[in-house]
Nanobody, 121 residues
Framework: QVQLVESGGGLVQAGGSLRLSCAAS????????MGWFRQAPGKQRELIAT???????YYADSVKGRFTISRDNAKNTVYLQMNSLRPEDTAVYYC???????????????WGQGSQVTVSS
């Protein structure tokens, strides 16, 4: 089995910063893409950032220029550095990883437990 454990959420004032971490563990052969979604109250889950094995990144327009995604392949960990936070960034943030559990097999998506990020005005 594969587990993704998130850390780093919390309460911050507008303009502040937070860093989320998400560590994958368990039966892992390799990890392809990793990334972050968020879900605000009453809204659909939104993909905000992804990163490939070689470091290619994608950002949603809503976070581009403020958030930075990175990963440490040796630690099977993905990070989300969030700067210049706004009240509209308030949401539960979920990490995911596309994990190959054995070779040869296709990757499966696993999810973190969710981290609350609250930005006060």
């Amino acid at each position: 089995q594969v587990q993704l454990v998130e850390s780093g959420g919390g309460l911050v004032q507008a303009g502040g910063s937070l860093r989320l971490s998400c560590a994958a563990s368990g039966s892992i052969f390799s990890i392809n893409n990793m990334g972050w979604f968020r879900q605000a109250p009453g809204k659909q889950r939104e993909l905000i950032a992804t990163i490939s094995t070689i470091g290619s990144t994608y950002y949603a327009d809503s976070v581009k220029g403020r958030f930075t995604i990175s990963r440490d392949n040796a630690k099977n960990t993905v990070y989300l550095q969030m700067n210049s936070l706004r009240p509209e960034d308030t949401a539960v943030y979920y990490c995911y990883a596309e994990v190959v559990v054995s070779w040869p097999s296709e990757s499966r998506s696993f999810w973190g437990q969710g981290s609350q990020v609250t930005v006060s005005s």
